[in-house]
């Protein structure tokens, strides 16, 4: 595993996140990289560095963990980084999970290491089999499941059944001590529409906060993204950055304002200097007035294609590719979630954004056309901000 460079060890953690061998998403959804192969952190998030680190200190009763904290600081990663530090201990406890085992041997349906699911699909699930009726078939693939992680708990506000339903699986589980990851914006108790005791539930076990990087851990976290997009700048120019920029900023929005840098410095054949630096800031404050209607004009614009047609349903192949370049676009220039853009191109889900995103970064490393493409749209862009 890649480790950061030069980081100073009194002051900052870095983890190096690992993935589950053997995990299920619904509708098998390609597995996505977290920005950085590691999580570099402060004493702002010290406690869930530590315990991401010891999980077998906080495992053996089956209660459920929970992750809170704003977009963009890490949650995701950080469970997914669990969900493996488990089966790693499960597998070296073969006698603690021996019944376990016995059962899986002479079972049809094997058990599954680790089952990924968002709050809105396992909403969705639930009154698809609800309908059905063939609830016990959801039940029992979530009962097999060694590890649960369900993510984005607060899109579950006013959705009484969904939120009943789950808090009796987290019950099932924590009676066969079968672990539990959540996540959510905030704590169960600050969500307006959840009730009481699924907000019990959901706290029973251990609630780790997350927030956003603090200033050292932004400081490393620009200087290692610098060196994944082959940025060849100086400290004192990341430093400037650093200061300039909203205090807030998510990991995600770090990289795309680097991104901008790059791109500034492959336009204009120059190394990092003031201007790019410059360039770079205005398009990091003008990312929160990108809207998605003027990403979805351009990009219609570009390819001669209505602007009606990529917020269609329709699958024509033409129409598939450059509705996933303006997700694309929008994820990488906006700080609209998933779900958001999903919504607004047709109502599609989590998931479907998500692999349009992976198919689309794939097809932009090998068709050149394309990846020109999506350059010119982003500087059509930023160029229409800045008028």
Excluded at 220 to 237: G, P, R, W, Y
Excluded at 339 to 359: C, E, P
């Amino acid at each position: 595993m890649t480790k950061p460079a030069n980081i100073p060890s009194q002051r900052l953690t870095s983890l190096a996140l690992e993935r589950p061998l053997d995990w299920i998403r619904r509708r098998d959804v390609p597995r996505t990289l977290p920005i950085l192969p590691y999580f570099i952190t402060g004493e702002e998030n010290r406690l869930t560095t530590f315990v991401s680190q010891s999980i077998s200190r906080v495992l053996p009763d089956g209660n459920p963990i929970l992750i809170t904290g704003p977009s963009g600081s890490g949650k995701t990663s950080i469970v997914i980084h669990l969900a493996a530090q488990i089966c790693q201990f499960r597998a070296t406890k073969p006698a603690q999970f021996a019944d376990e085992k016995v059962s899986n041997e002479q079972s049809d349906h094997p058990t599954i290491d680790v089952l990924y699911t968002t709050a809105n699909d396992f909403h969705r699930e639930y009154t698809e089999n609800v309908a059905a009726d063939v609830l016990q078939t959801m039940r029992d693939k979530i009962n097999r499941a060694s590890v649960w992680i369900v993510e984005d708990l607060h899109h579950l506000q006013d959705k009484v059944s969904s939120q009943q339903e789950l808090s009796l699986r987290l019950e099932a589980r924590t009676l066969t001590e079968k672990p539990t990851l959540l996540t959510s914006h905030s704590r169960p108790h600050d969500v307006q529409g959840f009730k009481a005791d699924f907000c019990s539930r959901c706290v029973g076990g251990l609630s780790l906060p997350l927030t956003l990087p603090g200033y050292d851990a932004k400081k490393q976290i620009i200087t290692e993204l610098m060196i994944k997009h082959d940025v060849d700048a100086s400290k004192d120019f990341s430093r400037v950055l650093l200061t300039r920029l909203d205090s807030e900023i998510p990991v995600r929005s770090l990289e795309a304002v680097i991104r901008s840098i790059k791109l500034w410095c492959t336009t204009n054949q120059s190394e990092p200097e003031l201007d790019a630096l410059e360039y770079a800031i205005e398009s990091s404050s003008r990312q929160r007035d990108l809207s998605l209607n003027r990403i979805n004009a351009v990009v219609a614009k570009h390819f001669k294609l209505k602007r009606s047609e990529l917020r269609s349903h329709s699958r024509k192949q033409t129409l598939v590719r450059a509705r996933s370049l303006a997700m694309l676009v929008a994820r990488q220039l906006t700080d609209q979630t998933m779900l958001q853009i999903g919504n607004y191109f047709g109502g599609r889900d989590h998931t479907t954004v998500l692999h349009a995103l992976r198919s689309t970064e794939n097809r932009l490393r090998e068709d050149s056309q394309l990846s020109d493409a999506l350059e010119t749209i982003k500087r059509q862009l930023t160029d229409q901000l800045r008028q």
